[in-house]
């Protein structure tokens, strides 16, 4: 529930900016690792990874970077890995 209506708040944000071609970060209030590198980035505050999931994340939203590991058929990129 709490994701839903942060995503939608997120976009009620942007489709006030005067760039459409703006990229929105969500920071959660987490100290644990996490990333999600959708229409919308969410990352976590964490010490240890928070920067690193934050690069990687705006990798695959404004380089379409793919993932460094094979995931399916979701995942696709400019350095997609696939298993042999």
Do not use: M, W
């Not at 839903?4 to 969500?26: F, M, P, W």
């Not at 996490?34 to 976590?44: F, S």
């Amino acid at each position: 529930r709490s994701y839903r209506l942060a995503k939608k708040i997120c976009h009620e944000t942007l489709s006030r900016t005067l760039c459409s071609d703006s990229v929105l970060i969500l920071l959660a209030n987490d100290p644990y690792y996490g990333g999600l590198g959708d229409d919308i980035i969410i990352v976590t505050n964490s010490k240890s990874s928070g920067v690193l999931a934050l690069r990687h994340e705006l990798g695959h939203a404004l380089g379409d970077v793919g993932e460094e590991y094979d995931a399916g058929i979701d995942y696709s990129g400019a350095n997609f890995a696939t298993s042999p």
